[in-house]
């Protein structure tokens, strides 16, 4: 699975983005698919993950971001409301293929995207 992540920017705070990854391969509904975010100096961090039962997020996005999946066009989405500068960083979008796999774990993981970047201006 080859994934290309898109849709960052620069946005004032309290406004709002949608992210796309795109998939190539004909297996892209059978993955669980997550996003991910890195801030310079910081670890890589969970953000959201869309699984066969529904939607998974990190307390720190929950109500203002929206992960969804559009299985028929092979692409993730992640739609982020009232943005704030602490969610400045750079967002990577995965896929993974484990049975049983833990899909706030990036380790959990198969396949990754290129990364985009999301700044929030205060």
């Known amino acids: 699975v080859q994934l290309q992540a898109s849709g960052g920017g620069l946005v004032q705070a309290g406004g709002s983005l949608r992210l796309s990854c795109a998939a190539s391969g004909r297996t892209f509904m059978r993955y669980t698919m997550g996003w991910f975010r890195q801030a310079p100096g910081k670890e890589r961090e969970f953000v959201a993950a869309v699984t066969w039962n529904g939607g998974n997020y990190a307390d720190s996005v929950k109500g203002r971001f929206t992960i969804f999946r559009d299985n028929a066009k092979n692409t993730l989405y992640l739609q982020m409301n009232s943005l704030k500068p602490e969610d400045t960083a750079v967002y990577y979008c995965?896929?993974?293929?484990?049975?049983?796999?833990?899909?706030?774990?990036?380790?959990?993981?198969?396949?990754w995207g290129q990364g985009t970047q999301v700044t929030v201006s205060s």
């Open positions: 995965a896929a993974s293929g484990i049975v049983g796999g833990r899909p706030d774990v990036s380790r959990d993981y198969d396949y």
